[in-house]
């Protein structure tokens, strides 16, 4: 029988319906391994997650940092790493926090309202493309300060955008995310040629106006279509799926009745079924991750494989996994104990010796 993480494809039917109990299964038997279809590393747990989230410096968002290559269009505040991100994040913030969010709010209200007396007594209706996909371009495009594209035609740029993400494991995504997130440049482009409405996007680009870098106004630009893709694609999936949960947990339903539960239950009701189920970094050469890798490949080595016999190669693929099974049950983090100091001075030492050698040699 495939074991867990063979079992394991994030856009199976079974998985995108119900991720949390392959998720559940995975963080109890195998929390990191490695996935051949995403030639990754996957991490499970929380704790594992939170910890490369958090360390910019071992685990990068921005695929320069490895040898890789970022498109112009795609130069944008989700392509840079702190402190690098920093100026344009800050832009950002800057202009959000200036925005009258209690009159977004009840502007929202508004039209949820509206399309639920237009909707009420008319029969069952689709939650996700009647309300969920109107609201959140309404909102979205009201935060920024925007005229909101139709929405049909925004939806469907914007899966193709989503479901490009996926390209490593479906190549046919690709080219219908490229071609979409031209599209999505192109209104982004309007948007700062003309559109003279208060908002957030009317105060960025006062902020970058005087600005003669041509590459910064590419990444403000393009962070603002991020900004614009990414807030509509999740807070309709967000709705989308708090409804779903709602309707299948009619006890949950009258629960969230309770004023006194809104505070902290919209919150857990968001966490419970969230609308985006994975992320990724990628880790520069000669990081300390690495090393750390290579340190417990050297553990795997001396401890269950070397001096040891196998009958066939069957047997020493349960060697391992029986070694990984065990390491996994009390699996700890390596402390990396080096200080800069101590690395630096082998480093010299290293270059002492190289230098004494070409001095031999050249005699």
């Not at 999505?184 to 559109?195: I, K, Q, T, Y």
């Not at 902290?264 to 970094?281: A, H, I, S």
């Not at 700890?332 to 630096?344: H, M, S, Y």
């Amino acid at each position: 029988m495939p074991s867990v993480t063979d079992r394991y494809d994030p856009l199976a039917t079974e998985t995108l319906r119900n991720p949390y109990s392959v998720l559940a299964e995975l963080r109890a038997r195998e929390p990191v391994f490695w996935h051949a279809g995403m030639g990754s590393w996957v991490l499970t747990r929380y704790a594992d997650c939170v910890r490369v989230l958090r360390d910019h410096e071992t685990f990068a968002r921005d695929p320069r940092r490895t040898g890789g290559t970022v498109p112009e269009p795609s130069l944008s505040v989700q392509t840079l790493d702190p402190p690098q991100q920093n100026a344009v994040r800050s832009s950002f913030m800057t202009a959000l926090r200036a925005q009258d969010l209690t009159g977004i709010e009840g502007r929202a209200r508004h039209l949820v309202g509206e399309r639920l007396d237009q909707l009420a007594g008319a029969g069952p209706f689709d939650a996700v493309s009647e309300i969920a996909v109107p609201l959140s371009v309404a909102v979205v495009a009201d935060l920024l300060g925007v005229e909101p594209p139709p929405y049909g035609e925004f939806a469907a740029v914007s899966d193709a955008i989503m479901r490009s993400m996926d390209g490593g494991l479906d190549p046919a995504l690709v080219e219908p995310g490229r071609i979409a997130r031209g599209q999505l440049s192109e209104l982004v482009d309007s948007w700062f040629a003309a559109s003279s409405r208060p908002g957030l996007l009317a105060r960025v680009r006062q902020a970058t106006v005087a600005d003669s870098d041509a590459l910064a106004r590419s990444y403000v630009k393009n962070t603002a279509r991020v900004m614009f893709q990414g807030g509509y694609s999740t807070m309709a999936a967000a709705v989308g799926n708090a409804v779903h949960t709602l309707l299948t947990h009619p006890g949950t339903l009258e629960r969230m009745r309770d004023r006194a539960l809104l505070a902290t239950g919209v919150d857990e009701l968001v966490r419970f079924d969230g609308p985006v189920q994975g992320t990724t970094r990628t880790t520069p050469v000669g990081s300390s991750w690495i090393n750390q890798i290579e340190t417990w490949f050297g553990l795997l080595t001396r401890q269950s494989i070397r001096r040891s016999t196998f009958a066939s190669v069957n047997v020493l693929i349960k060697q391992i996994r029986d070694y990984i099974d065990s390491w996994n049950s009390e699996a700890k983090p390596f402390t990396w104990t080096a200080t800069a100091e101590e690395i630096l001075a082998k480093v010299r030492l290293v270059q002492t010796n190289i230098k004494k050698l070409v001095a031999n040699n050249s005699k």
